[in-house]
């Protein structure tokens, strides 16, 4: 879509919208021919290697529907992660090559995704002008909405033009509703803050003074409106003051997942701004009402422990296809000598064997996720010869927790705090 505004006495500007739906072949030629492209010794692997990978993995469109098998021989898959890059990419080759020289050098053409915003000179036709751009490719069109009460709406932000310069406020569809999170919903208080927040400092980024008070207005009166309070509206509005304000923002690299509950909030509270805590949105109307089915306990899924008969370290590892059939792969590691296992390792530096008559399981029936992760517990807590941490390496404090939960568990202790439960269900929310 095109949306154009007049622009000062000499110029008029536009906010053109593709519809696109491109071809693979047409895409890959003409993204090929990148700008500035680095020769090979700046890549990990030759360009031509890189651009045949790219490819493949374009043509390679395949999905199944109603039990048939398809290939999408046109567009690309939506959400493939090449697919956004590559349609910017494709644009940007068209613009370079074709659509800058029809909107000509007094023009000033501004992209984002598939809005465009172009300021062009007063008497240009517009129409004219997108007749020639949607001739460029027959897979690109463009549609135009011009300029209305010197207003233009461009992504969400409503454009006003004056006689001298250009002000800004936050723009809406007709069709917005207001139907944000209500203030009694299930979702954690953060979550609730955070979109208000959210809110805030989008008015205090778009707006221009003499409309940043009634976006202000209307953001606390739609939230008031699903039962918000106003002073914790308008706390929350000092906290998007505050951190627009700030020069160079902490960025901690530490994150930490939580549940929705009071523990959670004071864990917040006590890590301050030295670790980034989110909580997950708990369980669904949907989680609550379906059948769950029973899924069936695997025998074969174990943890085991295979001690030092010369000291007192330990093995600790885990397996999908059976302790027994694990332990005999090991034997045979230690009888060949493959110093991959951490157990020849040992026994070449401190001339030890493993005592096999005591190797035991753990846990046994657990999923692939919880079994690595109770690995990843005991080789953190425990002495012991392994060489590496397991799939996830885990703080001494969350492994010692996941144990803790795992032994209640196994008890049939009902008292465990939900962090505990939470701990093996969502490991990668205890990494530090």
């Given at each position: 879509m095109c949306k154009a505004m007049w622009f000062y006495p000499v110029k008029k500007s536009c906010d053109w919208t593709t519809k696109n739906e491109i071809e693979n072949d047409d895409l890959m030629e003409l993204s090929g021919q990148s700008r500035g492209s680095p020769v090979d010794d700046e890549l990990p692997l030759p360009k031509h290697h890189f651009i045949s990978l790219v490819k493949l993995c374009v043509d390679f469109g395949f999905f199944v529907f109603a039990g048939d098998e398809y290939q999408q021989i046109s567009g690309l898959a939506m959400g493939s992660p090449l697919s956004a890059v590559l349609a910017c990419l494709f644009m940007e080759t068209l613009e370079r090559d074709h659509y800058r020289d029809i909107i000509g050098r007094h023009s000033t053409w501004l992209r984002y995704v598939d809005d465009v915003l172009v300021i062009v000179p007063r008497r240009s036709c517009l129409h004219h002008t997108l007749t020639r751009l949607n001739s460029v490719h027959e897979k690109i069109q463009f549609t135009v909405e011009e300029e209305e009460d010197q207003k233009l709406p461009f992504l969400d932000t409503l454009i006003h033009r004056g006689d001298e310069d250009l002000r800004f406020s936050v723009y809406r569809k007709p069709t917005n509703k207001d139907d944000?999170?209500?203030y009694y919903s299930a979702n954690s208080n953060n979550t609730k803050s955070g979109v208000v927040i959210g809110f805030f400092l989008r008015a205090l980024r778009i707006c221009s003074p003499e409309f940043l008070e009634s976006e202000v207005t209307y953001v606390i009166d739609s939230f008031m409106k699903h039962k918000y309070p106003k002073g914790l509206l308008l706390n929350l509005r000092k906290k998007a003051e505050n951190i627009l304000s700030r020069s160079n923002p902490v960025i901690s690299s530490n994150f930490l997942v939580l549940p929705p509950c009071n523990l959670s909030q004071a864990i917040s509270k006590y890590f301050g701004n030295t670790m980034n805590i989110a909580s997950t949105s708990g369980e669904k109307i949907h989680d609550l009402i379906r059948e769950k089915k029973q899924q069936k306990s695997n025998t074969d899924s174990a943890v085991y422990r295979i001690p030092c008969s010369g000291c007192d370290m330990a093995y600790y590892g885990e397996t999908g296809r059976g302790f027994n059939t694990r332990i005999c792969e090991h034997r045979a590691d230690v009888r060949h000598h493959r110093t991959s296992n951490s157990m020849v390792v040992h026994v070449d530096e401190a001339g030890h064997l493993p005592n096999w008559e005591e190797a035991e399981t753990i846990h046994e029936g657990l999923s692939k996720h919880k079994?690595?992760?109770m690995e990843a517990a005991y080789i953190a807590t425990e002495k012991n010869m392994n060489t590496a941490s397991g799939r996830f390496?885990?703080?001494?404090?969350?492994?010692?927790?996941?144990?803790?939960?795992?032994?209640?568990?196994?008890?049939?202790d009902s008292s465990t705090p939900m962090l505990y439960k939470y701990a093996v269900y969502s490991p990668k929310c205890m990494y530090f």
């Open positions: 944000y999170i209500h079994r690595k992760v390496k885990l703080s001494k404090v969350a492994a010692a927790i996941i144990r803790t939960s795992a032994r209640s568990r196994s008890s049939g």
